[in-house]
């Protein structure tokens, strides 16, 4: 075949022919026009839903999270359950594991720091202070405190009795009261809280009014005649476990120890509540019982204090 004739050939195939001494000819690259400004704004617009569809996940997700928590402070307000979830399981096992320190200890230490060595009162406001506006705890508190004050001041003990020292707030409190000779005993079953509330009641000085006895107060009562040299109790405030409240209670009958007058004040017989302790001692003969609505410490929550007279 001639030359034309091969180029010919090569022409209708779209191939590029060299001619002496050149290369072949390649097929032109095709060029990658930028798209028009219509087809970029339209590409832009698509992406905008995505971008805002993707931002409003963790927007989401931090409404949530408030709505919780806005959640938890009004349930612990109004619901002594969610407090105490949130307070003395939650609030409280973070926080000791962060500081490495018990709550018990870190009130302790605010009261060395900010109360007047000596001053009962000064103790007291102290405790309120913190339990007020830093850390909840099962204090007497200072709303049902001035129950507690307005009964020993009735009772007028020469001999009283608390179950449940716990950091020792009552004790200070219920001692500053007593007259001269007089003494209070008061039985606490966790060695952590009497070694904290050993120190809180000397800072507050009225260790002389006051003996901490550590255990069980199922064992402890028995022991208060010949051990203690208790006759016969005055007054008695009870403030531990509440499902201790009934069978302590029949102990002290048991033992001898309540004289016609003397006096029992239970703590929290609504929140967390002693039913079996208020059915006892209300359908009781031996008792006269009056009851005295409050709130839990430091809270909202409704709660009340039952005295009950013992009548012999």
Not at 46 to 70: A, D, K
Not at 124 to 141: F, H, L, P, R
Not at 210 to 217: Q, T
Not at 290 to 310: C, G, I, R, W
Request: overall charge positive; charged content about 25%; hydrophobic content about 40%.
């Amino acid at each position: 075949m001639g030359l034309k004739a091969s180029c010919a050939v090569c022409a209708k195939q779209g191939r590029g022919v060299r001619s002496e001494g050149s290369w072949p000819l390649l097929p032109p690259r095709p060029r990658h026009r930028p798209a028009p400004l219509q087809a970029r704004c339209e590409g832009r617009r698509r992406e905008q839903p995505q971008m805002l569809e993707n931002s409003s996940v963790p927007l989401f997700i931090v409404f949530i999270l408030l709505f919780i928590l806005l959640l938890i402070v009004v349930l612990m307000r109004k619901s002594g359950t969610a407090a105490l979830i949130w307070n003395e399981i939650i609030r409280e096992k973070v926080t000791n594991f962060i500081m490495n320190q018990s709550k018990e200890q870190r009130i302790l230490n605010f009261v060395l720091q900010n109360a007047v060595r000596g001053d009962p009162c000064s103790v007291m406001d102290t405790i309120d202070k913190y339990c007020s506006q830093k850390e909840w705890a099962m204090n007497v508190g200072n709303e049902k405190g001035l129950i507690l004050d307005k009964t020993v001041e009735e009772a007028n003990p020469s001999v009283a009795l608390e179950l449940g020292t716990y950091c020792g707030y009552s004790a200070v409190r219920i001692s500053r009261l007593l007259k001269a000779g007089a003494r209070l005993l008061t039985v606490e079953f966790n060695p952590e809280f009497a070694a904290i509330a050993k120190q809180m009641i000397e800072f507050a000085g009225v260790q002389d009014k006051v003996k901490l006895l550590e255990g069980p107060s199922e064992e402890i009562i028995p022991q208060l005649k010949k051990k203690y040299e208790v006759d016969t109790l005055d007054f008695v405030f009870l403030d531990h476990w509440k499902d201790r409240y009934t069978p302590d209670t029949i102990l002290l009958q048991e033992c001898n120890l309540l004289r016609k007058g003397s006096i029992l004040l239970a703590d929290n017989i609504i929140f967390p509540g002693a039913p079996d302790f208020l059915n006892y001692v209300r359908k009781s003969p031996h008792f006269k019982c009056t009851n005295y609505p409050s709130h839990l410490e430091y809270m909202q929550v409704e709660d009340a204090m039952e005295k009950a007279v013992f009548l012999g």
